[in-house]
């Protein structure tokens, strides 16, 4: 379910919502919910000795508060479409509604990503590597292939920065993009005729 509010109120239910320690979908969930019981049941819900209509005055009043301090800054207003005079929509802080089921656990700042520094030279593709260790070497078995490029140190292992193994090299060889290039007889890998 998502509901359309005015910008201002939306700046205005983050602050109140990081206030209460609680995601903004969860606090107007919260009030939902309230205002639904107190319908159902004919009479003013109270929550802390408050009845909700005095809770919602004097939330009103601190969303005022917080405007007028400066701690909510009012959005500009964008320039609705000829089609609609509706506010924006709000769909990143909405949450479903669903009945006994636990909210979704609130959005952590992730880690920073670690950034790597940019390689020095060319990168060299493992195929390329592949083939001028063969050119250089003849052919060889996957284990001293691979152990033959990391000694050249040409070739960087790409994000996963998992070490060049054996295994690495023969998937290199069967993958049927490079198949054409290489050979296999007798546990070697070698070049084919034509590359």
Do not use: C
């Not at 292992?157 to 290039?181: E, H, I």
């Amino acid at each position: 379910m998502s509901i359309r509010l005015d910008p201002r109120r939306v700046n205005a239910l983050k602050h109140l919502a990081g206030e209460a320690g609680v995601r903004p979908g969860d606090l107007v969930r919260r009030w939902v919910e309230e205002r639904i019981d107190a319908e159902r049941s004919g009479a003013e819900v109270t929550t802390g000795g408050q009845s909700l209509l005095a809770r919602v005055e004097a939330l009103a009043e601190r969303v005022a508060a917080l405007e007028s301090a400066g701690a909510v800054a009012p959005a500009d207003p964008q320039p609705s479409s000829p089609m609609t005079d509706e506010a924006p929509r709000v769909t990143d802080e909405a949450a479903p509604v669903t009945d006994g089921a636990p909210p979704a656990q609130a959005k952590r700042p992730g880690r920073p990503r670690k950034v790597s520094a940019a390689p020095s030279g060319e990168r060299v593709a493992l195929h390329d590597e592949m083939i001028a260790v063969l050119q250089e070497q003849g052919p060889l078995p996957a284990a001293e292939l691979s152990a033959a490029i990391v000694e050249r140190g040409r070739y960087t292992v790409p994000r996963s920065g998992k070490p060049l193994d054996a295994k690495t090299v023969s998937q290199r060889v069967s993958n049927p993009t490079y198949r054409a290039r290489f050979v296999r007889r007798e546990g070697r890998i070698g070049l084919a005729d034509g590359a």
